[in-house]
């Protein structure tokens, strides 16, 4: 991971998300790109002029200068320290914006605020949050404002013991390993659920064959309420980041890993998300 792009609306709402992509490029030893994606029509309603374009300027140059000085005031960065890379886009679809931008930069991931306005309160409901996690080639972490990590000391991967998921729990290896993280795997299964603990096995076995990392454990729960569950997991075991890989349709799988536990997780902003899609891991 050598590109981390970081969105913003320079609210306070994001600037937990500001601090935790800066604690994974000092770790990681990568490259911190900002962008904030404004929609110039929605400030301007012009022909195009020669008036308009002094206007476009003068909004791209103050955004600039206002993303800058957000940066530089909640990171507390020192004079002779080199900031992070700039970048402002117009564009009237702020996931648009932010997808190409980070296609252009050659990305790894996306990091962003739980709520605030604008992008930041889009990922939560809005079509922000559904474009920019089916449709980003990479992975999208999500941060609430709460969030105050400066280390990772445990991942939570919540499982549908699918093969699919191989690879990604193989991409998150690559920074775990940075942080000498512990990845916990969790499954919730209901009682109506077929031979889950044998497909636990299986997949246990799968991943032993195709995934290096040692501090990897693996933990069954068997209960109907599976997002009360979760929940209370990510408390017990004090859990840093919660991994969760979506399908297109809205769907984690045919059973009950769907989109709307995903969305609920993401409502209840207890731990930042990371969010998978599956094709942001080269499978179709």
Not at 206 to 233: G, H, P, Q
């Amino acid at each position: 991971m050598k590109t981390i792009l970081y969105a913003t609306d320079y609210s306070d709402n994001s600037i937990s998300a500001l601090k935790l992509a800066d604690v994974f490029c000092k770790k990681l030893d990568a490259k911190l790109h900002v962008i904030h994606v404004f929609d110039i029509s929605a400030t301007f309603i012009s022909t195009v002029s020669l008036a308009y374009a002094r206007l476009e300027e003068a909004a791209f140059n103050s955004h600039r200068e206002k993303l800058d000085s957000f940066c530089w005031k909640n990171l507390r960065m020192m004079e002779n320290e080199k900031g992070p890379v700039i970048h402002v886009v117009e564009n009237s679809i702020e996931s648009n914006g932010i997808i190409e931008k980070a296609e252009e930069i050659n990305a790894d991931l996306i990091i962003v605020g739980m709520t605030g306005s604008n992008i930041v309160k889009d990922l939560i409901i809005g079509s922000t949050a559904t474009a920019l996690i089916e449709k980003s080639p990479l992975p999208v972490l999500s941060v609430p404002q709460i969030s105050k990590l400066s280390e990772l000391s445990t991942i939570v991967y919540a499982t549908a013991f699918e093969e699919a998921e191989v690879l990604a729990i193989k991409k998150i290896t690559e920074f775990a390993t940075a942080f000498d993280t512990e990845i916990k795997l969790i499954h919730v299964s209901t009682k109506k659920e077929y031979a889950a603990e044998d497909q636990m096995l299986w997949f246990k076995e799968m991943l032993k064959e195709k995934v290096t990392y040692e501090k990897i454990s693996f933990e069954f729960r068997l209960s109907d309420d599976v997002f009360n569950t979760l929940k209370a997991y990510l408390k017990e075991v004090d859990a840093d980041i919660l991994v969760m890989l979506e399908r297109e349709g809205h769907t984690l799988s045919p059973n009950l890993w769907h989109y709307d536990l995903v969305k609920r997780m993401k409502l209840e902003r207890l731990v930042p998300l990371l969010s998978y899609q599956k094709n942001s891991i080269g499978i179709s």
